[in-house]
């Protein structure tokens, strides 16, 4: 069975930075892009970031650029996201997500994606 599963949520201070990770088992994402969905209560899922197969290209939320960093590790079958200077609307559950298909360029709709984690809170206090 597929799964991702996230890890690294918890409480910041806002000004601070916050790594997620996000582990695959069961099978290998090697080709497919990945990545960082976040929702808070009450709204709409909302892309953050993601990052091509090869891992050569990335993009990012507006929200997020110039603060945001995901990458991946096809060794170890995992995806990060790093997020520096956080602020309290960062607040929201991070969802790690890997496309349908193989070798596909990388988009940022969630339509795109076909396997998704359950979900890590993360809280920045102002």
């Known amino acids: 069975q597929v799964q991702l599963v996230e890890s690294g949520g918890g409480l910041v201070q806002a000004g601070g930075s916050l790594r997620l990770s996000c582990a695959a088992s069961?099978?290998?994402?090697?080709?497919?892009?990945m990545g960082w969905f976040r929702q808070e209560p009450g709204k709409e899922r909302e892309f953050v970031a993601v990052?091509?197969?090869?891992?050569?290209?990335?993009t990012y939320a507006n929200s997020v650029k110039g603060r945001a960093t995901i990458s991946r590790d096809k060794f170890k079958n995992t995806v990060d996201l790093q997020i520096n200077s956080v602020k309290p609307e960062d607040t929201a559950v991070y969802y790690c997500?890997?496309?349908?298909?193989?070798?596909?360029?990388?988009?940022?709709?969630?339509?795109?994606?076909?396997?998704w984690g359950q979900g890590t809170q993360v809280f920045v206090s102002s």
């Open positions: 997500a890997a496309s349908r298909s193989p070798f596909a360029p990388e988009e940022t709709g969630s339509e795109s994606f076909g396997s």
């Open positions: 069961g099978r290998t994402f090697d080709h497919h892009f």
């Open positions: 990052i091509s197969w090869s891992g050569a290209r990335t």
